[in-house]
């Protein structure tokens, strides 16, 4: 008789060395706290958000991306989103966007400089959305924005 093995990727890999599915992020819309016409509320733009395991227990993940920013201008960001708080589903989560961030005239002559945001998200099996509450940027007031973001 013929015996006949198969070998899945899970008994080749122990579960924890396989990568975690990365989250694709579109930026869309800002709403700036003090109203004012010139401002850009229409901010498309696209990013990821990869996890990684950190050396604490905090959910973490990479970000990279960009975005047409309040000044009308390209923007690119690069940094880490730390979520310490999470609902007991762990669809809610809240933490911080920490990293750097470049595009906008009166910070750093429009190169990078540090920057945390504060972040909740909402997380389902393929669909989430980041919603972040930025602090004032040089002439820009605080500003509420919000990115849906897909994973497959």
Do not use: C
């Not at 401002?39 to 990279?64: C, H, K």
């Not at 972040?119 to 605080?142: C, K, M, R």
């Amino acid at each position: 008789t013929t015996e006949i093995y198969t070998l899945s990727l899970h008994d080749a890999l122990p579960i924890s060395a396989l990568p975690t599915r990365p989250w694709v992020s579109l930026s869309g819309v800002s709403y700036h706290l003090e109203r004012a016409s010139e401002f850009n509320q229409n901010n498309p733009g696209m990013g990821v958000e990869w996890p990684i395991q950190a050396p604490w227990s905090y959910d973490t993940r990479l970000a990279l991306g960009g975005f047409k920013n309040s000044e009308s201008a390209r923007s690119l960001y690069a940094g880490a989103f730390i979520f310490p708080f999470s609902s007991a589903s762990g669809q809610f989560k809240a933490g911080a966007l920490l990293g750097m961030i470049d595009g906008y005239k009166g910070a750093n002559n429009g190169g990078f400089f540090p920057l945390a945001v504060p972040t909740i998200a909402y997380e389902a099996d393929h669909f989430g959305a980041n919603l972040f509450l930025i602090p004032p940027v040089s002439t820009i007031p605080p500003t509420l924005a919000l990115q849906l973001k897909f994973r497959f």
